[in-house]
């Protein structure tokens, strides 16, 4: 495709840029089969992550996987479960062990020399709604310096519901794109209604979304 690729380097720019660390669960999968981390390359060349390793949080190593400048892949703890949730047109770089903290911990990313990239903590009090909520962690710049991803002003509760992993957060339906407007709830005779309100000025495609009465469903 054109792009030159460069071997791993020391401060690679390779960026953790959206947690899932406490998702919900459903009727057939618990949360933490739900989690994900996403990631994104921050430089000009492709970047070959062959031997990039978590050290710290999780327990994963890359196999043979090349990126494209500002590439985004993902890596989950469950496939099947991450799957069933967001489709599989998202690029999976593979299945990690181990699961990441609900009220926060150290991540840790190193190279194929051992020679650390980034590392930060994360903190379940910085949005609630990322505990437990349906909300993800998503990192505000990318570009920042490293050393500020420990900070929870560096991030923000995604804008989408379960957040949006391997895509650009722009190009996702904001929260509260489609409401719930109406409900008839003790109905005689013609049963009961709910009815939906798109508030947005475009068209939704709602085809397969689903909805229920039950959180963990």
């Known amino acids: 495709d054109g792009v030159q690729e460069i071997a791993a380097a020391p401060g690679a720019p390779l960026r953790e840029t959206e947690v899932m660390y406490n998702p919900p669960g459903n009727a057939d999968v618990n949360g933490d089969e739900n989690e994900f981390i996403e990631l994104q390359t921050t430089g000009t060349s492709a970047l070959n992550l062959t031997g990039y390793k978590f050290s710290a949080g999780i327990d994963f190593t890359f196999g043979n996987l090349t990126l494209a400048p500002g590439q985004k892949t993902v890596v989950v703890k469950n496939l099947a479960a991450f799957q069933s949730r967001y489709g599989t047109s998202i690029p999976v770089a593979g299945e990690y062990r181990d699961a990441l903290d609900n009220n926060g911990e150290l991540i840790r990313l190193e190279d194929n020399l051992g020679v650390l990239v980034q590392e930060f903590t994360y903190s379940s009090a910085w949005f609630p709604s990322t505990s437990g909520n349906g909300d993800s ?16 002003s560096s991030w923000h509760a995604s804008t989408a519901a379960l957040g949006t992993p391997g895509i650009d957060e722009s190009t996702s339906l904001p929260q509260h794109a489609v409401v719930v407007n109406e409900v008839l709830t003790h109905s005689t005779g013609t049963g009961d209604v709910i009815e939906l309100k798109n508030t947005t000025g475009a068209s939704i495609n709602i085809g397969g979304w689903y909805l229920g009465d039950e959180a963990s469903d």
Do not use: G, K, R
């Open 137 to 152: 962690l998503v990192i505000n710049d990318p570009a920042a310096a490293v050393d500020t991803w420990s900070s929870a």
